[in-house]
């Protein structure tokens, strides 16, 4: 058997598609001139310049050459940086915008004050919003360096899954051939005429819990088969609901009399046609009818097969141990099993229900549940039809 093949994919550092484009840079810094082009207006309009002594022009232009200059600079750098600049996609050009008009703004109103009381609260107010935008600036390059950290550790956590996965996908196929090796030894061993009553006894216990190894090991292949396949197309072939039930508890015999469940089915009376995955959906169904048997030991199942507008709803009720109200939530996880099962199944790999909703959603279904602790429960699978 192939072992699966290496996923590719991004590197942990490049799992988050870049936040800043070319284009949304270039219209960043339109939005950064034509906001600055506002402000510098304002300041003009407000500010008598032709009142300046002339001493101040020289450092007019100088200060004008300086933010022109800028204005320059930060257009080639915001559109030319790289994708991963981190103030390329986090630092707003607006309020750097804010910074310079509003301090150019204050200094221009503050120079033409005639009274020293109005230069002072001036220069409070200078002081005053220089704090309040270098406290913005901080706070923005602040949240900027938190994202980065979540983004790196998210990086992380998918490498992490990956290798899970593919630690599963392994093991399952390395299991496998050891399994079936043992399996077939026993059984070999168990032909064998000379054997005493007690050895055959062991014989046949060691091939119990070898089947039910083997259970788990392919539950888990499977579950991490359904995650590898993502959205794959899945086949359409035409089904019969009716026949599918009925195949699927004629597969849970061998439970229904371990067991010992009176299991019944009550069927449709109208033939009820579908499309979709035959096999995987007569798995998915399996699964629900394997579980209600299982925790209903000495119990009733009850299978019925209706129909509900455009769909077909199959109903599972069973007279067993129910699921608690606070595991409720938590039942179609993967690998989850609640305290009740534990102690009615302690071998099960919490993977069934996971694996039967993953099917059934992705066959335009619907997979609920009603349960009382201790009085049974009821699954209610809903699929479309034909």
Do not use: C
């Not at 950064?32 to 207006?41: H, K, R, S, V």
């Not at 981190?86 to 607006?94: N, V």
């Amino acid at each position: 058997m192939a072992l699966p093949q290496e996923k590719k994919g991004l590197s942990p550092s490049q799992e988050f598609p870049p936040s800043s484009s070319p284009l949304k840079r270039a219209f960043s810094v339109f939005r950064f001139i034509l906001f600055f082009a506002l402000m510098g207006a304002l300041v003009l309009l407000t500010a008598p310049i032709e009142k300046l002594p002339s001493v101040v022009y020289p450092w007019i232009f100088v200060a004008g050459g300086i933010i022109v200059l800028f204005i320059i600079l930060i257009f080639f750098y915001f559109l030319m940086a790289p994708k991963s600049v981190k103030l390329s996609s986090s630092f707003e050009l607006e309020t750097t915008a804010t910074l310079m008009g509003g301090i150019a703004f204050a200094v221009g109103v503050v120079f033409y004050a005639g009274r020293p009381a109005i230069l002072g609260l001036g220069l409070l107010l200078i002081a005053i919003y220089a704090y309040t935008v270098f406290r913005v600036i901080k706070d923005t390059l602040n949240a900027q360096e938190e994202n980065e950290a979540v983004r790196r550790q998210y990086g992380q956590l998918l490498k992490i899954d990956r290798e899970k996965s593919d630690f599963i996908t392994v093991t399952s196929h390395q299991l496998r051939t050891p399994l079936s090796a043992i399996r077939w030894a026993l059984d070999g061993a168990q032909q064998a005429p000379e054997l005493t009553d007690e050895t055959r006894e062991t014989i046949k216990n060691g091939l119990d819990n070898i089947s039910r190894l083997t259970k788990v090991v392919d539950d888990m292949f499977k579950a991490q088969e359904l995650e590898n396949q993502g959205q794959a197309p899945l086949k359409k072939e035409p089904l019969n609901f009716t026949s599918l039930i009925e195949e699927a508890i004629t597969g849970a015999q061998s439970l229904v009399r371990e067991k010992n469940v009176a299991l019944t089915f009550n069927r449709s009376d109208r033939e009820l046609l579908g499309f979709g995955d035959r096999e995987k959906l007569k798995s998915a169904i399996k699964i629900v009818i394997d579980n209600a048997i299982r925790y209903s030991p000495n119990g009733t199942v009850v299978v019925s097969l209706r129909t509900e507008g455009n769909r077909a709803n199959i109903r599972v009720e069973d007279s067993g141990i129910g699921i608690t109200k606070e595991e409720s939530a938590l039942i179609f996880t993967r690998f989850f099993r609640g305290k009740n099962a534990l102690l009615v199944q302690p071998d099960g790999s919490g993977i069934g229900l996971y694996t039967a909703r993953n099917i059934i959603e992705r066959h335009g279904g619907e997979i609920n549940f009603f349960s009382q602790p201790g009085r049974g429960t009821i699954f209610i699978i809903s699929l479309p039809l034909a």
